[in-house]
């Protein structure tokens, strides 16, 4: 019994390591900020950065462990899927119009990214300003 188990967590440890050798997870590229909405207010953008900006931008923050497969595979498949979205950073006039439903929702930010960052969780009363903020933002609404 004794034998088996350490030869299943020899086959764990050498699988883990091949994995590595797979490239995709590691593209961590934030290409050039070309424009962003017109924000209804700082705090709004301050908002978005702390909850939206590492799937929702051209600023990601890659974590350590995004280089360690086969987590950089799910963090890489988050980022590409949420700028494929909606990318703070190629804004265009008509883009967003769907964030404020998202957020109230509870869909943004996702459960795997609020166990990672738990500085993304918003109190009630700090969601209700935030969505405000996005729909006076993607209204083209500005104070």
């Not at 207010?41 to 360690?68: G, L």
Request: charged share 15%; hydrophobic share 45%; glycine share 6%.
């Amino acid at each position: 019994m004794k034998r088996a188990a350490v030869t299943l967590f020899l086959v764990g440890v050498v699988g883990l390591l091949a994995i590595q050798l797979i490239p995709y997870g590691r593209d961590h590229t934030n290409p050039k900020v070309v424009a962003e909405p017109p924000w209804d207010s700082p705090a709004t953008r301050a908002t978005a950065v702390i909850a939206c900006f590492d799937c929702h931008s051209n600023q990601t923050v890659w974590p350590w462990y995004s280089n360690i497969a086969p987590i950089s595979w799910l963090v890489q498949r988050d980022v590409d899927e949420g700028r494929n979205h909606l990318n703070f950073s190629t804004w265009t006039p008509g883009q967003g119009a769907a964030a404020p439903g998202k957020v109230s929702s509870g869909q943004m930010p996702p459960f795997q990214y609020l166990l990672a960052h738990p500085d993304a969780r918003l109190s009630e009363a700090d969601k209700a300003a935030f969505i405000e903020g996005l729909i006076a933002t993607f209204s083209g609404v500005a104070d």
